[in-house]
């Protein structure tokens, strides 16, 4: 079983999403961009922010000028925000050690802060069309289907060898990874694959009947979960331009104070949020140093 590239890539070519970052003239850093705040995100939160994120800092020198108080402030509610301060560091060695411009092959992508082996992938094949491998929770689902004939799997090591052998070997390689990225997106969706639509005429998993998954995927909650609380913590911060008391973060979640502190301590401890000497909270880059560089300028 495999996957015919003309089916696929035919149906890309008319039914592809309009996104922002698909669009001509968008540069390899604002894709790069595009791919920090997809992990874990959906397109529809990630739009807007994305948009005026580019406005403000087109390129990794502008991000990179920027204090990490402000990337996060402007990250606003997209989540993991591990990954605001991860994309401002990548600005900064982009910045300063690739005169500006985005590396172009997977090695050296991998070595950048906050790049793994999807977005390294991701970027070399949607930002410069090499014909690599890109493999999301999508893909894989997709592959598992047509290929193994299961409903779900979890992330394999042979996931890149698999996907890697169906990409066709011309020109049309970053069009067939694009494509099968998205139609794991909006087709062969986890809960609802929409077959009736589907391109690929032949599938392992619908012609075997559509067997049930062995493992169960557990769904991820978030009301009162740690990330719950760390979000509560950071909005207090982002609100505020100035350091805010221990009071002021304490009532932004009230019903459990030891999961309270946790959170705050793990932002402290990822470095999003700072304590200022005087034992007031800040975030990232608005603690004392900040105060007293904007003292010196006064
Ligand atoms: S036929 Fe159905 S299950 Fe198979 S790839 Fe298409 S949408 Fe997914």
């Not at 604002?30 to 948009?51: D, K, Y």
């Not at 998993?205 to 978030?222: D, E, I, S």
Request: contains cysteine; hydrophobic residues 45%.
């Amino acid at each position: 079983m495999s996957i015919d590239p003309g089916e696929l890539v035919g149906w890309y070519e008319s039914a592809q999403r309009d996104l922002p970052w698909r669009r001509p003239g968008v540069s390899a850093w604002q894709i790069l961009v595009s791919e920090f705040m997809l992990q874990q995100t959906p397109v529809a939160r990630v739009e807007p922010i994305w948009l005026a994120w580019i406005e403000r800092w087109p390129t990794p020198s502008a991000t990179a000028a920027a204090g990490p108080a402000e990337v996060l402030r402007a990250w606003g509610k997209l989540g993991y925000p591990r990954r605001a301060k991860r994309l401002h560091e990548c600005a900064v060695v982009i910045a300063s050690e690739y005169g500006d411009e985005v590396p172009r092959d997977v090695e050296t992508l991998l070595t950048l802060p906050g790049i793994g082996a999807y977005t390294a992938r991701a970027v070399a094949c949607f930002a410069y069309s090499a014909g690599v491998p890109v493999v999301d929770t999508n893909v894989r689902r997709v592959v598992t289907r047509v290929l193994h004939g299961q409903a779900d799997a979890p992330a394999r090591a042979r996931d890149l060898d698999d996907v890697a052998a169906l990409l066709p070997d011309d020109e049309t390689a970053p069009t067939f990874s694009a494509a099968l990225m998205e139609l794991g997106a909006v087709v062969c969706t986890a809960r609802a694959p929409q077959c009736g639509i589907c391109p690929l005429s032949r599938c392992r998993w619908r012609a075997a009947g559509y067997p049930a998954a062995t493992v169960v995927k557990r769904v991820q909650r978030y009301a009162g979960t740690d990330r719950q609380v760390r979000g509560r913590l950071l909005d207090v911060l982002r609100d505020s331009s100035s350091p805010v008391t221990r009071a002021q973060l304490d009532v932004a979640w009230l019903t459990d104070t030891a999961q309270r502190d946790r959170a705050l301590d793990s932002l402290l401890v990822d470095g999003l949020v700072e304590q200022t000497a005087d034992g007031l909270f800040a975030l990232a880059g608005e603690g004392d140093e900040a105060r007293e560089g904007s003292a010196a300028i006064t």
